[in-house]
């Protein structure tokens, strides 16, 4: 059932919302700063609702999977990535033992351009794929990435929760 899914932009008003979605879906801890730059980003950070709850921010609770929010979330902000006409690349970190989120997003045109060894600090394995994609280049504009400086939108926030994490919600 796909109808009953909806994004909200993060705000200071559902922030420790994201923040408890956060603690049982991934298995380590942002910081403080990791939840400024979500404000800070505006409409690239999304609050995922199913039938009306919150189940995750990009992220989704292991119980929600297969519904369609990840995609839908994701389609989101690569479209807004490549609307906003001022990003090259989008590119986030994925556990490598993470193969369901690599397929995830090689299915929406990611590519694996290195691997970051011991990137996490209390999980394993601890090294990290870096994913990335490129945006089309508008009509007009010069597609050689040498000639003008690459922008790119880190999309570590907005990694979704493919993971094989297992925690339940308290």
């Known amino acids: 059932m796909k109808g009953g899914i909806e994004l909200g932009d993060v705000t200071p008003h559902n922030i420790k919302r994201l923040k408890r979605l956060n603690q049982v879906i991934f298995p ?50 690569l479209n807004i990535g490549e609307e906003d006409g001022t990003f090259d690349t ?50 007009g504009q010069n597609a050689d990435a040498q000639d003008r400086q690459l922008n790119k939108l880190q999309m570590d926030f907005l990694v979704l929760a493919c993971s094989q994490i297992k925690r339940e919600a308290h």
């Open 28 to 77: 380590v801890s942002y910081n403080g700063k990791f939840y400024k730059d979500a404000l800070e980003v505006g409409k690239l950070a999304k609050l995922a609702y199913f039938n009306d709850t919150a189940v995750g921010a990009v992220c989704c609770r292991v119980d929600q999977k297969r519904l369609g929010i990840g995609t839908k979330v994701l389609n989101d902000v």
């Open 90 to 139: 989008i590119y986030l970190h994925v556990q490598i033992s993470n193969q369901s989120a690599i397929d995830f997003y090689r299915k929406s045109g990611f590519e694996i351009i290195e691997t970051k060894k011991n990137y996490y600090k209390r999980i394993e394995p601890a090294d990290a794929h870096v994913l990335q994609k490129n945006f089309k280049v508008p009509s």
